[in-house]
């Protein structure tokens, strides 16, 4: 089982080409998970890239949490003054 290092797509098959990407191993060796070492440095990797994944998406979240929250009340504000206006 190998690890394509472009695309990380998991290679059960000994190929020239990535299926995926078509990064040729001539060019960058796949990265062979048989060893124990290398398999647990792969697997540090991707998650540590996943948690960064996360953290983008949440700060993305609390962003637009946020502007909606700031466009509800300004919302509201206006609507708030118009009732008074027209009292």
């Given at each position: 089982m190998n690890v394509c290092p472009n695309c990380a797509f998991i290679i059960w098959n000994?190929?020239?080409?990535?299926?995926?990407?078509?990064?040729?191993?001539?060019?960058?060796?796949?990265?062979?998970?048989?060893?124990e070492q290398v398999y647990r440095a792969?697997?540090?990797?991707?998650?540590i890239k996943n948690t960064m994944e996360m953290e983008k998406v949440r700060r993305w979240v609390i962003a637009i949490g946020i502007s909606s929250l700031v466009s509800?009340?300004?919302v509201l504000i206006i609507v708030l003054?118009?009732?008074i206006s027209l009292w």
């Open positions: 000994k190929t020239e080409n990535c299926p995926k990407c078509g990064l040729s191993f001539s060019a960058a060796p796949a990265i062979d998970l048989e060893n792969v697997v540090a990797s991707s998650a509800g009340l300004a003054l118009a009732v």
